[in-house]
């Protein structure tokens, strides 16, 4: 079964611009949640998506949003992109079968560098 | 809220050594899933192990083990005779039942270097 894929893989911006980043879950997995990786920060939860619902977000910007299809392809928007948005941005999977057992599973990410 | 505390920043040992990483937690939760996962430099985190906090009984994988003591929040990861291949970024996550609990929430992280 494959992973989770993301694309792209590297990204190069500049500040002002937008940016879409694209998730494709593990087959049959409903639930696709989104982190982001610095080197300051951490890894920081910032929404997670099921059934073409945002279910949970975490503490970042308006700039910052996402959707979910119905195939369970998740993208995420970054609008007015600012220096301090570089960072690894991980795309996560799940089967959501509901509470908290089920287990993320996490694709390579893609690499977003703002200019 | 939810925390994880991993103090140990970088861990540098030679190939063969046993290593322990410390992951402590704290949570209101009385039902919450505790996880490890392991980052490689390509990027992509790699899921290790889950353990529901129901379940205190310690798990052996292959060289990898894991103890969860719910009387100190701490749920240790132990890599017996290392190897070069361990070399990564491990993360000890915790996850609460449902609602905003859900999300997982990440500890900083542990480098370890395994030197051969």
């Known amino acids: 079964k494959a992973g989770v894929t993301q694309t792209p893989r590297y990204l190069i911006k500049t500040r002002g611009q937008q940016v879409t980043l694209s998730c494709s879950p593990i087959?049959?997995?409903?639930?696709v949640s989104w982190y982001q990786q610095t080197p300051g920060q951490g890894l920081q939860f910032l929404f997670e998506?099921?059934?073409?619902?945002?279910?949970n977000k975490g503490n970042f910007p308006g700039r910052f949003s996402g959707r979910q299809f119905s195939n369970s392809r998740s993208e995420m928007n970054v609008s007015t992109l600012e220096l301090g948005d570089s960072a690894l941005y991980l795309c996560?999977?799940?089967?959501?079968?509901?509470?908290?057992?089920?287990?993320?599973?996490f694709g390579p990410g893609t690499r977003l560098t703002v200019l | 809220a939810q925390k994880v505390t991993q103090a140990q920043t970088e861990i540098s040992v030679v190939e063969k050594e046993d290593v322990t990483l410390d992951c402590v937690y704290e949570t209101r939760d009385t039902t919450y899933y505790l996880f490890w996962y392991k980052q490689p430099p390509s990027g992509e985190l790699v899921f290790l192990i889950r353990?529901?906090?129901?379940?205190?009984q310690n798990e052996i994988s292959g060289r990898y083990s894991w103890n969860f003591q719910k009387s100190t929040s701490s749920f240790n990861f132990t890599i017996t005779a290392s190897q070069v291949v361990d070399s990564a970024v491990y993360f000890c996550?915790?996850?609460?039942?449902?609602?905003?609990?859900?999300?997982?929430?990440f500890g900083s992280g542990t480098q370890l270097t395994v030197l051969p």
């Open positions: 998506y099921f059934s073409e619902t945002q279910r």
């Open positions: 353990r529901n906090s129901f379940d205190e």
């Open positions: 996560a999977s799940s089967l959501a079968v509901g509470g908290g057992t089920d287990t993320q599973y």
């Open positions: 996550a915790l996850r609460g039942p449902s609602g905003s609990a859900r999300q997982l929430t």
């Open positions: 087959s049959g997995h409903r639930s």
